[in-house]
């Protein structure tokens, strides 16, 4: 979805841009049940604050911790990546025969469902 965007992001740093709550990127975002998956989360965030992307969320040691706001260059961000999925998936079922107009709804909600899983942020 990042490339599909414009936007140079690694799968982590996408993932947090699309785990934002009201502008905010809170401490759930992240959780993750490894901790290897819970340091590359934490990194991830740290880069979106050295690209200006957010901002705040300094923790005690020093490092990006949460709650980042996004800046209006995180917000401009997060939306095209937000667009991408949905276009993505909109593409997907392009050659469909719609049986109602329930199916671009259906579009909408699956790509929001899929952007609220855990990362997969190593290799299988």
Do not use: H, K, N
């Not at 992307?53 to 706001?69: E, F, N, Q, T």
């Amino acid at each position: 979805m990042a490339e599909r965007a414009g936007a140079p992001l690694t799968p982590a740093e996408a993932w947090l841009l699309g785990q934002v709550d009201d502008g905010v990127v809170g401490s759930a975002a992240l959780s993750a049940r490894e901790p290897r998956d819970r340091e590359a989360l934490t990194a991830a965030l740290g880069r979106l604050c050295e690209r200006g992307l957010v901002a705040g969320g300094g923790s005690s040691d020093g490092g990006a911790g949460p709650p980042a706001s996004l800046t209006p260059e995180g917000q401009a961000l997060r939306g095209r990546l937000l667009d991408a999925r949905q276009q993505s998936l909109s593409d997907l079922v392009a050659d469909w025969e719609p049986e109602g107009s329930e199916v671009d709804s259906m579009v909408e909600r699956l790509s929001r469902e899929l952007g609220a899983r855990e990362p997969r942020l190593r290799p299988a």
